[in-house]
């Protein structure tokens, strides 16, 4: 395997006995972003003179004989919703173009104090609303298996870069499947973390009470490995929860047997692909030969969840959104007369046409008359989903699905329908309201060879259990190793 194709792990390991050279590595990496990113299209911005600069300082560093950190040396990417001191950070929104924050996000914090090297930003649905990256203001991310196909999203730049090996690793955000579910389309390993494991202080807000930050990474070790680092209480972040953070790469090798595994039979129901339905049977039995045992469950409110969660993430976008007035910061309209219009016109010309149209549901749905009949209905709902899992976790250890009822689909395909494409996140948008951890890990193909993702969702806290049990059938498997077709061979450094 060429040192692109490496895991950070491996590649950690090789800077730090120095076989290899960051700057080197990151030579390479840019070479290779050069030649794929016409393709692919998953970056807003990169930065290659400052990651060959700190890459040089890392290399220095480690000839010194100097103690470095977690990452040392590992590019990564960031999804362009979390704020950089340096870079812009424009959540893909024409609103946001030219922003450049003034501080770093927590997360952007503990990259650079491990001693990461960030490559870019990637790109993503306006805000993070949408399941293709097609929402974009400014491009369509394409998936590496096919270039026709979606990445997934809203995270889609960042699967996308991981999965053509142009990032190490990369961070994401899920507020309602948006780490996992392009990392199932794109073959590689998504986390959501339980919510308040990871601070969101510098993610711009979209859904307040179901955003998290996770990584995307080509092996569990690695989604491991990049969970230390980001995990952990911040002060900055009134959600962030003060428990311990466990060692995550500790015991990954722990043994699932006896294990008991949960699936839900309203996660097999229609609208699920007959290819999927048949990769996640055979990944089941992967874990049966391993000796766990498979309990048939029910959460029995599943069929409410996507109602639930359109209602209560809009509702609280509506809210998160309204800061951009072109007063404070972004984008304003030069064409207008008065204030008034000013703040219409700027909000008109600077959002697109799903982050309005969610503006105006979330709206609706929080206006004086309609409140109780969906916005406290929807709380209330919400709160029996998270009760199915609370029930559900008294017999099993945790529960596995499909992560997307379909693997990746067609660039155009679902993107007029948004009913179509809301129903993408079926599979994982009751984590988000539940507020539990997730996972989605490569387990097969479709007929067309497209990658396919298994979710296993667990307790609240219980990431570290998680990994393990990815990392089980990871073990047994080498679905995670498979690349997509792009010309990798003839260009440097592959
Ligand atoms: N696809 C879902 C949505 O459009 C989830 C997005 C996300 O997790 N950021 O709202």
Same mark, same amino acid.
């Given at each position: 395997?060429?040192?692109?194709?490496?895991?950070?792990?491996?590649?950690?390991?090789?800077?730090?006995?120095?076989?290899?050279?960051?700057?080197?590595?990151?030579?390479?990496?840019?070479?290779?972003?050069?030649?794929?990113?016409?393709?692919?299209? /998953? $970056? &807003? +911005?990169?930065?290659? #003179?400052?990651?060959?600069?700190?890459? %040089?300082?890392?290399?220095?560093?480690? =000839?010194?004989?100097?103690?470095?950190?977690?990452?040392?040396?590992?590019?990564?990417?960031?999804?362009?919703?979390?704020?950089?001191?340096?870079?812009?950070?424009?959540?893909?929104?024409?609103?946001?173009?030219?922003?450049?924050?003034?501080?770093? /996000? $927590? &997360? +952007?914090?503990?990259? #650079?104090?491990?001693?990461?090297?960030? %490559?870019?930003?990637?790109?993503?649905? =306006?805000?993070?609303?949408?399941?293709?990256?097609?929402?974009?203001?400014?491009?369509?991310?394409?998936?590496?298996?096919?270039?026709?196909?979606?990445?997934?999203?809203?995270?889609?730049?960042?699967?996308?870069?991981?999965?053509?090996?142009?990032?190490?690793?990369?961070?994401?955000?899920?507020?309602?499947?948006?780490?996992?579910?392009?990392?199932?389309?794109?073959?590689?390993?998504?986390?959501?973390?339980?919510?308040?494991?990871?601070?969101?202080?510098?993610?711009?807000?979209?859904?307040?009470?179901?955003?998290?930050?996770?990584?995307?990474?080509?092996?569990?070790?690695?989604?491991?490995?990049?969970?230390?680092?980001?995990?952990?209480?911040?002060?900055?972040?009134?959600?962030?929860?003060?428990?311990?953070?466990?060692?995550?790469?500790?015991?990954?090798?722990?043994?699932?047997?006896?294990?008991?595994?949960?699936?839900?039979?309203?996660?097999?129901?229609?609208?699920?692909?007959?290819?999927?339905?048949?990769?996640?049977?055979?990944?089941?039995?992967?874990?049966?030969?391993?000796?766990?045992?498979?309990?048939?469950?029910?959460?029995?409110?599943?069929?409410?969840?996507?109602?639930?969660?359109?209602?209560?993430?809009?509702?609280?976008?509506?809210?998160?959104?309204?800061?951009?007035?072109?007063?404070?910061?972004?984008?304003?309209?030069?064409?207008?007369?008065?204030?008034?219009?000013?703040?219409?016109?700027?909000?008109?010309?600077?959002?697109?046409?799903?982050?309005?149209?969610?503006?105006?549901?979330?709206?609706?749905?929080?206006?004086?008359?309609?409140?109780?009949?969906?916005?406290?209905?929807?709380?209330?709902?919400?709160?029996?989903?998270?009760?199915?899992?609370?029930?559900?976790?008294?017999?099993?250890?945790?529960?596995?699905?499909?992560?997307?009822?379909?693997?990746?689909?067609?660039?155009?395909?679902?993107?007029?329908?948004?009913?179509?494409?809301?129903?993408?996140?079926?599979?994982?948008?009751?984590?988000?309201?539940?507020?539990?951890?997730?996972?989605?890990?490569?387990?097969?193909?479709?007929?067309?060879?497209?990658?396919?993702?298994?979710?296993?969702?667990?307790?609240?806290?219980?990431?570290?259990?998680?990994?393990?049990?990815?990392?089980?059938?990871?073990?047994?498997?080498?679905?995670?190793?498979?690349?997509?077709?792009?010309?990798?061979?003839?260009?440097?450094?592959?």
């Amino acid at each position: 395997m060429s040192l692109l194709q490496s895991t950070a792990y491996q590649i950690k390991n090789k800077i730090i006995s120095r076989e290899i050279k960051s700057v080197d590595l990151v030579s390479s990496l840019f070479t290779r972003i050069k030649h794929v990113e016409n393709n692919i299209q /998953a $970056f &807003i +911005v990169t930065d290659e #003179k400052k990651a060959i600069h700190d890459a %040089i300082e890392i290399d220095k560093r480690i =000839e010194r004989g100097e103690e470095v950190g977690l990452l040392a040396g590992i590019p990564v990417a960031v999804k362009d919703n979390i704020c950089t001191k340096s870079l812009p950070t424009t959540c893909a929104s024409k609103i946001l173009q030219n922003f450049i924050p003034p501080y770093d /996000a $927590f &997360i +952007v914090r503990r990259l #650079k104090e491990e001693d990461a090297i960030i %490559i870019g930003k990637t790109n993503l649905d =306006e805000f993070a609303m949408g399941s293709s990256t097609e929402n974009s203001g400014f491009k369509i991310t394409r998936n590496p298996w096919n270039l026709e196909c979606v990445p997934g999203g809203s995270s889609g730049g960042s699967a996308s870069a991981v999965a053509a090996d142009v990032a190490y690793m990369a961070l994401g955000s899920d507020t309602g499947g948006s780490i996992r579910q392009p990392a199932a389309l794109c073959g590689i390993v998504g986390v959501k973390p339980t919510y308040g494991r990871v601070s969101r202080y510098g993610l711009v807000a979209f859904g307040s009470s179901l955003d998290q930050i996770g990584p995307l990474t080509k092996d569990v070790r690695d989604a491991a490995l990049l969970m230390q680092v980001i995990a952990g209480y911040d002060s900055c972040d009134s959600t962030s929860v003060k428990v311990p953070v466990p060692d995550y790469m500790e015991g990954i090798e722990s043994d699932v047997k006896g294990l008991r595994i949960g699936i839900p039979k309203e996660y097999f129901a229609t609208g699920l692909k007959s290819d999927v339905h048949t990769v996640i049977k055979d990944a089941l039995k992967v874990y049966k030969r391993l000796g766990v045992e498979i309990i048939d469950i029910s959460l029995p409110h599943t069929e409410y969840a996507v109602a639930v969660y359109y209602i209560v993430a809009n509702a609280e976008a509506s809210s998160n959104l309204a800061r951009y007035d072109g007063v404070r910061y972004g984008y304003r309209s030069n064409n207008a007369q008065g204030v008034i219009d000013m703040y219409s016109k700027t909000r008109a010309e600077g959002f697109g046409n799903e982050v309005k149209r969610r503006i105006m549901l979330g709206n609706y749905a929080l206006s004086s008359g309609y409140y109780d009949a969906y916005y406290l209905k929807a709380s209330r709902v919400r709160t029996l989903i998270k009760n199915d899992f609370d029930a559900a976790f008294e017999k099993v250890d945790c529960i596995m699905s499909p992560t997307s009822p379909v693997p990746a689909f067609k660039i155009g395909e679902r993107a007029n329908n948004p009913l179509e494409m809301y129903l993408s996140d079926i599979y994982t948008i009751p984590a988000n309201l539940a507020g539990i951890p997730g996972i989605s890990i490569p387990c097969g193909f479709s007929k067309e060879h497209l990658p396919i993702g298994l979710q296993i969702l667990a307790k609240h806290f219980e990431e570290k259990k998680l990994l393990q049990i990815a990392y089980a059938f990871e073990r047994e498997t080498d679905f995670h190793l498979k690349k997509p077709p792009l010309n990798v061979s003839s260009l440097q450094g592959a």
